[in-house]
């Protein structure tokens, strides 16, 4: 065998500690097979392990729990242990016997060996070690050397072990270590025939997931365990070892007492040993080597972390479960805007198969990555890419249990077909797709939707979309949360969940053209830099505000006159919009008036498309009014109109000419009834536009005085409003509420 220098993983580092306790903790030389066996179900952080188990008991339909399996290998170590063997030793007269004889043997040469006690002393040392290395290294070792074998185990130095000639270290190979055995029994029996041959440890140095050594003393069938693991381990090209991977290597050996465990919990060994085949369980291994380079498993790094709680996507989530659970086109295409959470979105679903929170048909499931782009990278000959394709067809026919994930998904279209005459990815992914054999899940945005992948009629007919909104702002801390904990801890700074939610808004003020929970994220992410190059421990609004520090400069730059005129804007849309008392499903969440990007200020709400209001042509009015609002507020209380609200008579412009081309909601007294068409692109005659024109023009002026008789309603209401906004620049909806009621409370009051 070559020689063992793989890494293992956080819960196989775990598992070998508790081995090694464990051991020490019975006067064990070396770890056993049970013991072995009982390390990888015994760890906390194997769940995969208890997992699988049950898994495959489940299968069976047995009622063993993981405590009866436990108990069963516990029971097993003990028949094992050096103490009993030894009281059985001396129970038997044969052996008391034959151990008098022995002594006997050694008092009649005992003048012999006094002759030269430097030998035997060393022999005896050498006898001690090799039957137990812990006791007999704490005696011998100097203060260079690392104190009893549990120092070299947990320190990972076998510096300790260097002098003693039958220990064999891990730097050779099992052929060599197994002949070298051997060669010293034999010529031990020939120099000392009369003394018994002491066995001898083999060592096996492992290194962890954090770089550290650890030596593993092993017998006979666990050094034969690592020469499975080996085969395994080059068969599949694992970069790291699992738990359940030594459980796959143990059912290679075909041991007796492995067998004779599942014998105890009345299982069939045979069925056990195809359900744990390393071609099936290898969870993280399942990926053959030709394809690792642009397949990943990510059932692996979620592996007992939750991505995040995605409180608002449960929906999605229960959408995709349910496609996924049909006969024929199980496939989904997911939906959005860069930042909402896509990638998230597949995140969740596969902590949930890790977690056993998934239907019951998908425990067993993993969740592969492909990378498109490194599919085709470096295939510059004819035939390299169809190769890879082939390649990765026939992984997808040959494992039924696997979820493949493409992001981007638009990028399968001609991906591969460098040459003429060329399949791309696409068009080979469209017979298994149908069948429902393979599951496939994509996303993508909007636009890339429409422009690249809907455009395909046979390919997207196969896929279900699933559209992915923004989320509610008061949904984005618990979308984030576990995230923000490793930006805490990469930065060493806190922040607190008061001021997660300041970011929230603050990002909906000054990054609006992106999207909620990416936005947020990398805001929070600039605050924590500011904080920590600043000397603070902890986030707080300044280190949140001074992340835009280029937009204080600009306000810096803004005369009195500006600022107001900024405020009754922002405020008149504000208030025409609550006030309105039927734009119910506008979520409100802040008002600014410092300058970001293109615009001088803004008034942040969100469409709560949960609510479907009564949609009369009086609700489609206040919501014309609600854009007006700002031009409305600087007519009234300003005397004068600026161009910041051209971007408002556009939006108002459009929304109006969709409701009358499109909705058809014209006045009684039209002369000429509207029907539906595409307003976009109206193929209408001259006089049905002449209609058009003057049906929008009356609905603006009746959205128009409908804005005004609200701000003239609560004048009051609007100037304290802009007197606050003038002093805090930000109010958070909260705080603009409670100046209302303020106000209110004041006019009731006189």
């Given at each position: 065998m070559?020689?063992?220098?793989?890494?293992?993983t956080a819960?196989?580092?775990?598992?070998f500690?508790?081995?090694?306790e464990?051991?020490q903790?019975?006067k064990f030389?070396?770890?056993?097979?049970p013991l072995l066996l009982?390390?990888?179900v015994?760890?906390c952080?194997?769940?995969?392990?208890?997992?699988?188990?049950?898994?495959?008991?489940f299968t069976?339909?047995?009622c063993?729990t993981p405590?009866?399996?436990?108990d069963t290998?516990?029971?097993?170590?003990s028949?094992?242990?050096p103490?009993?063997?030894?009281?059985?030793?001396?129970?038997n007269?044969?052996?008391g016997?034959?151990?008098a004889?022995?002594n006997?043997a050694?008092?009649?040469?005992?003048?012999?060996?006094a002759?030269?006690s430097?030998?035997?002393?060393a022999t005896?040392?050498?006898?001690k070690?090799?039957t137990n290395?812990s006791e007999?290294?704490?005696e011998?070792t100097?203060?260079a050397?690392v104190?009893?074998l549990?120092?070299?185990?947990q320190?990972g130095?076998n510096?300790?072990?260097?002098e003693?000639?039958?220990?064999?270290?891990?730097?050779?190979s099992?052929?060599e270590?197994s002949e070298k055995?051997?060669?010293?029994?034999?010529?031990?029996i020939?120099?000392?025939?009369?003394?018994?041959?002491?066995d001898?440890?083999?060592l096996?140095t492992?290194?962890?997931?954090?770089?550290?050594?650890?030596v593993?003393?092993v017998?006979?069938?666990?050094?034969?365990?690592?020469?499975?693991?080996?085969?395994?381990?080059?068969?599949f090209?694992?970069?790291?070892i699992?738990?359940?991977?030594?459980?796959?290597a143990?059912?290679m050996t075909?041991?007796?007492d492995?067998?004779?465990?599942?014998c105890?919990?009345?299982c069939?060994?045979?069925?056990a040993?195809?359900?744990?085949?390393?071609?099936?369980?290898?969870?993280?291994g399942?990926?053959p080597?030709?394809?690792?380079?642009f397949l990943?498993?990510?059932?692996?790094?979620?592996?007992?972390?939750?991505?995040?709680?995605?409180?608002?996507r449960?929906?999605?989530?229960?959408?995709?479960w349910?496609?996924?659970?049909?006969?024929n086109?199980r496939?989904?295409?997911i939906?959005?805007e860069p930042?909402?959470g896509?990638s998230?979105?597949?995140e969740k679903?596969?902590?949930d198969?890790?977690?056993g929170?998934?239907?019951?048909?998908?425990?067993?499931?993993?969740?592969i990555?492909?990378?498109?782009?490194?599919?085709?990278?470096?295939?510059s000959y004819r035939?390299d890419?169809?190769e890879r394709?082939?390649?990765?067809?026939?992984?997808?026919?040959?494992?039924n249990d696997?979820i493949?994930?493409i992001?981007?998904?638009?990028?399968?279209?001609?991906?591969?077909s460098?040459?003429?005459?060329?399949?791309?990815?696409?068009?080979a992914l469209?017979?298994?797709l149908?069948?429902g054999?393979t599951?496939?899940?994509?996303?993508?945005t909007?636009?890339e939707?429409?422009?690249y992948?809907?455009?395909?009629g046979?390919?997207s007919?196969?896929?279900?979309?699933?559209?992915?909104?923004?989320?509610?702002?008061?949904?984005v801390?618990?979308?984030i949360?576990?995230?923000?904990?490793?930006?805490?801890?990469?930065?060493?700074?806190?922040?607190?969940?008061?001021?997660?939610n300041?970011?929230?808004?603050?990002a909906?003020?000054?990054?609006f053209e992106?999207?909620?929970?990416?936005?947020t994220?990398?805001?929070i992410?600039?605050?924590?830099?500011?904080?920590?190059r600043?000397g603070k421990?902890?986030?707080?609004?300044?280190?949140?505000?001074r992340?835009?520090?280029?937009?204080?400069?600009?306000w810096?730059?803004?005369s009195i006159?500006?600022?107001?005129?900024?405020?009754?804007?922002?405020?008149?849309?504000?208030?025409v919009?609550?006030?309105s008392g039927?734009l119910?499903?506008?979520?409100w969440q802040?008002?600014?008036i410092m300058?970001?990007?293109?615009?001088?200020?803004?008034?942040?709400?969100e469409?709560?498309?949960?609510?479907?209001p009564?949609?009369s042509l009086?609700?489609?009015i206040?919501?014309?009014?609600l854009h007006l609002g700002?031009?409305?507020?600087?007519k009234i209380?300003r005397k004068?109109?600026?161009?910041?609200?051209?971007?408002?008579?556009?939006?108002?412009?459009?929304?109006a000419?969709y409701i009358v081309?499109?909705?058809a909601?014209?006045?009684?007294?039209?002369?000429?009834r509207?029907?539906l068409?595409?307003?976009?692109s109206p193929?209408?005659?001259?006089?049905v536009i002449?209609?058009?024109?003057e049906?929008v023009?009356?609905?603006v002026?009746?959205a128009?005085d409908r804005?005004?008789q609200?701000?003239?309603e609560n004048r009051?209401?609007?100037?304290?409003i802009?007197e606050a906004?003038?002093?805090?620049r930000?109010?958070?909806e909260?705080?603009?509420?409670?100046?209302?009621?303020?106000?209110?409370?004041?006019?009731t009051?006189?």
């Open positions: 070559a020689n063992f220098e793989q890494k293992l819960a196989s580092t775990e598992m500690k508790s081995i090694l464990e051991m903790n019975r030389t070396s770890v056993n097979f009982w390390g990888a015994d760890t952080e194997g769940e995969s392990v208890y997992s699988a188990l049950e898994n495959y008991l069976l339909e047995d063993v405590k009866e399996i436990e290998l516990s029971d097993m170590i028949d094992l242990e103490e009993k063997k030894k009281e059985e030793k001396s129970d007269p044969e052996e016997k034959s151990d004889t022995s006997d050694k008092e009649a040469t005992a003048s012999d060996t002759k030269s430097t030998h035997q002393d005896d040392t050498s006898k070690i090799a290395p007999e290294l704490k011998q100097s203060d050397t104190e009893g549990e120092g070299s185990l320190n130095d510096a300790n072990f260097e003693i000639p039958e220990v064999i270290s891990a730097d050779q099992f052929a270590t055995n051997m060669d010293d029994e034999s010529d031990a020939e120099d000392e025939s009369d003394e018994d041959v002491p001898i440890v083999t096996i492992l290194t962890d997931h954090e770089g550290k050594e650890l593993i003393p017998d006979d069938n666990v050094c034969k365990v690592f020469e499975e693991l080996s085969k395994i381990i080059e068969k090209g694992i970069m790291e699992e738990p359940l991977h030594i459980i796959s143990m059912f075909d041991d007796d492995f067998i004779d465990f599942f105890a919990l009345s069939n060994y045979d069925d040993k195809k359900y744990f085949h390393p071609d099936r369980i290898l969870v993280y399942v990926i080597f030709q394809l690792s380079g990943s498993t990510l059932n692996e790094k979620i592996d007992g972390k939750a991505p995040c709680e995605i409180l608002c449960d929906k999605e989530a229960d959408i995709l349910n496609i996924m659970l049909k006969k086109k496939n989904a295409v939906v959005g930042g909402v896509k998230a979105l597949i679903l596969t902590y198969i890790n977690s929170k998934c239907p019951p048909e998908f425990k067993k499931f993993k969740m990555v492909l990378d498109v782009n490194a599919l085709i990278a470096g295939t035939g890419a169809e394709i082939k390649d990765l067809i026939q992984f997808l026919k040959d494992n696997v493949l994930f992001d981007e998904v638009h990028t399968i279209l001609g991906a591969g460098c040459f003429e005459g060329e399949m791309d990815l696409a068009n469209k017979p298994i149908a069948r054999d599951i496939v899940l994509g996303a993508t909007q636009e939707y429409e422009k992948f809907q455009r395909d046979a390919l007919r196969r896929f279900e979309k699933v559209v992915v909104k923004e989320p509610l702002a008061h949904n801390y618990p979308m949360k576990n995230k923000i904990a490793i930006l805490s801890d990469f930065h060493k700074v806190t922040i607190s969940k008061d001021i997660v300041y970011a929230v808004m603050i909906c003020c000054f990054a992106k999207k909620n929970p990416d936005k994220l990398d805001l992410d600039r605050a924590m830099v500011y904080a920590k600043h421990k902890k986030v707080d609004k300044a280190c949140i505000l992340t835009f520090d280029i937009f204080f400069e600009m810096d730059k803004m006159d500006s600022r107001k005129e900024v405020a009754y804007h922002e405020a008149g849309h504000y208030i919009g609550k006030a039927r119910t499903r506008y979520i802040a008002v600014s300058p970001a990007e293109d615009y001088l200020g803004v008034t942040v709400y469409d709560d498309d949960t609510v479907v009564f949609c009086d609700y489609y206040d919501d014309l009014a700002g031009r409305v507020a600087e209380f004068v109109y600026t161009s910041g609200a051209s971007a408002d008579l556009h939006s108002t412009t459009r929304e000419n081309s499109k909705l909601m014209v006045s009684e007294d039209c002369p000429n509207i029907y068409n595409e307003c976009d193929n209408y005659s001259e006089k002449d209609a058009i024109n049906e023009d009356k609905l002026k009746k128009e804005a005004t609200i701000l003239d009051d209401i609007l100037e304290a802009v906004l003038l002093k805090h930000i109010m958070s909260k705080d603009l509420d409670k100046v209302w009621k303020e106000t209110v409370a004041k006019r009051h006189k």
